[in-house]
């Protein structure tokens, strides 16, 4: 079952491989792939946390902020980027051990999408998140984003 802590492997500093296609909604587009930095820290005693994602190839930032719904033991996560400035409409959902999937709806490119996130393989030394889309509703995902997040070489795993 999903708790509080959940997200606790993910405080601290982070270094990222980014690999993304280079058109979200195109299965034959192209892959790039890109490094970043991350930085996330705990809220409300781990039931919330907030991170920026800083990625110099895309000239941009980005942040998430994460809520856990005490009532539905369920997390929303609402990422915005500074390109915009805007929320994007969250994607809810929970942890079944080390892997957390999330959707919600949204729209990219003037087409509605269903939204999901994958958080696999998370230890204390590394994630990994996806993103992936879907036109149909949900029968067929598309996925365009990849981060694989693993920690700098001196900063261990604290929190700052």
Known sequence: M??????DFFHGEWTVRHR????????????EEFPGTNHCRPLFDGAANIDEIDMPHL???GLTLRLFDQESRQWSLNWSSSRSGKVFPPVVGRFAGDRGEFHGDDTHDGKDVRVRYVWSGVSPAAARWEQAFSVDGGE????????EFTRPEASGTSAG
């Open 140 to 147: 067929i995902w598309l996925t365009n984003w990849v981060m």
């Open 2 to 7: 999903s708790s509080p802590h959940d997200f």
């Open 59 to 61: 000239g941009c930032k």
């Open 20 to 31: 993304r296609r280079t058109d979200f909604l195109d299965p034959e587009s192209s892959w």
